[in-house]
Every structure is written in C-alpha cells, then in structure tokens.
C-alpha cells in the first residue's frame, strides 16, 4: 500500500497565483482532511471530508477550496495564492473521523 | 476555549535513558488522545492513544499517561535511541460539537550519542 501520497513534494508560486495540492489514498478511507503546519503553530485543520461529496471547514479555510468526487482524491486548491499562505501542507486520512489518522509526507509551498 | 500545548518546546536525554515528553490540554470534555511522532521531512506518524476512560496505555517501548483530574498526558520512551529523535506532537479530541483534533505545538526530542 502506498498509503497517503501528495503532490508535488515543494512548489514555488507567484502572489495572485492559483494551484491544486494532489491528495491520494488507497486505504479505502472515509474521512480526509488538509492541514498546515507553520513554525510554532503545530497543524491546523483547514477543511476535511467524511466521504465523498460531502466536505467542510476546518480551523483556516480561508483561500483555500476542496471537493471530493472519489473516496481516494481530495484536492486542495489555492484560488489566489498569497505570502501567508506559505507554508508545508499535509493531508491525511482514517476510517472514520476521530480515529488515528494517516498523514502524507507533505507539500512544501512557498508564495513569493 | 480548545488548546493543547506542550510543557517543553525541547528535550535532549542520552540515548538509553527514559524520556518524558509532556502535554497539557483545557477542554474536560476532549475524550481521546493521540501522540505522534514527526521525523524532519516526513508527516505526522501514530505512535500511541488513550481514551479517557483509561489512565495509562503502554506500546512497545512507549506508555502514555493519562491524569484526567489536571488535564495532563505525557509520553514516555523507554530506552531511547537515535531514531527517537524528532518532533512529538500530542493531540487531543472531542467527539461532541466541532469533532475536531486540536494539536500541541510539538516538542522537539534529541537523543544524545
């Protein structure tokens, strides 16, 4: 099993930019979920999903957009990338929410 | 309001020695309680968790903690070694409500040759 796997590993964007953040996980888990992690500030939740087609939002979902048509992907999207947003983004996933969660390696993000 | 913090931002012990990695959280009604492990360049790894309704739980070579009664729960490493080195994050969550994981800030452990 490759378990949570993000891409791509680091990007370099431009203010005003937009992208998506690949998320992908053959476990066959329900529930996925997108954090950031910044120095001194541990991981906050930004938007997560119980299944497909059914998302919300987490902690800072601000500038940020997610869908979830297929229980192995759930995409993060940067609508118009800015400074604050830099930062490493993981996503992860379990079988229900509240359970032990599996993380991918993360995406390194930097908005010039 | 919800937070998990963590007593010590690091902790150096020397390899073989116990370490204790601490964490403090506010919410009475947080019911389950994860630890991770985050080497440097790799995502959060499950190490071990405890429901509320159980004091202590022991892993292989790692036994949590849990003191209901001040809102305390620590980690301890058995015998370290060099591959314990890394960040510990302690994350507590409420089944009621926002059904939210809150995460600490993490301590950074470092195994001294």
Same mark, same amino acid.
């Given at each position: 099993?490759?378990?949570?796997?993000?891409?791509?590993?680091?990007?370099?964007?431009?203010?005003?930019?937009?992208?998506?953040?690949?998320?992908?996980?053959?476990?066959?888990?329900?529930?996925?979920?997108w954090?950031r992690?910044d120095?001194?500030?541990?991981?906050r939740l930004i938007h997560?999903?119980?299944?497909?087609?059914?998302?919300d939002q987490g902690e800072v979902p601000n500038g940020y957009n997610v869908?979830?048509?297929?229980?192995?992907?759930?995409?993060l999207r940067l609508l118009s990338a800015a400074p604050s947003q830099?930062s490493?983004y993981?996503?992860?996933?379990?079988?229900?929410?509240?359970?032990?969660?599996?993380?991918?390696?993360?995406?390194?993000?930097?908005i010039? | 309001?919800?937070?998990?913090?963590?007593?010590?931002?690091?902790?150096?012990?020397?390899?073989?020695?116990?370490?204790?990695?601490?964490?403090?959280?506010?919410?009475?009604?947080?019911?389950?309680?994860?630890?991770?492990?985050?080497?440097?360049?790799?995502?959060?790894?499950? +190490?071990?968790?405890?429901?509320?309704?159980?004091?202590?739980? &022991? /892993?292989? %070579?790692? @036994?949590?903690?849990?003191?209901?009664?001040?809102?305390?729960?620590?980690?301890?490493?058995?015998?370290?070694?060099?591959?314990?080195?890394?960040?510990?994050?302690?994350?507590?969550? +409420?089944?009621?409500?926002?059904?939210?994981?809150?995460?600490? &800030? /993490?301590? %950074?452990? @470092?195994?001294?040759?």
């Open positions: 099993n490759a378990g949570v796997t993000q891409t791509p590993k680091f990007q370099v964007l431009k203010t005003g930019q937009s992208m998506t953040l690949q998320c992908a996980q053959d476990m066959n888990h329900e529930y996925m979920s954090y992690q120095p001194g500030m541990g991981l997560y999903s119980v299944g497909a087609g059914i998302t869908s979830r048509s297929t229980t192995e992907d759930f995409p830099t490493v993981f996503c992860a996933s379990s079988y229900q929410r509240g359970q032990p969660q599996h993380f991918g390696d993360g995406t390194r993000l930097s010039l | 309001g919800e937070s998990v913090g963590l007593h010590l931002p690091t902790l150096s012990v020397q390899e073989g020695d116990n370490s204790i990695i601490n964490c403090a959280y506010s919410n009475s009604a947080s019911d389950y309680f994860i630890w991770y492990k985050q080497e440097s360049g790799k995502g959060p790894q499950f +190490i071990i968790d405890i429901r509320s309704n159980m004091d202590k739980r &022991q /892993g292989q %070579r790692v @036994t949590v903690l849990l003191n209901k009664t001040v809102k305390h729960l620590s980690l301890q490493i058995a015998a370290t070694q060099p591959g314990d080195s890394a960040v510990y994050f302690c994350a507590d969550y +409420i089944a009621q409500g926002a059904q939210k994981l809150v995460f600490g &800030q /993490g301590t %950074r452990l @470092t195994i001294n040759p």
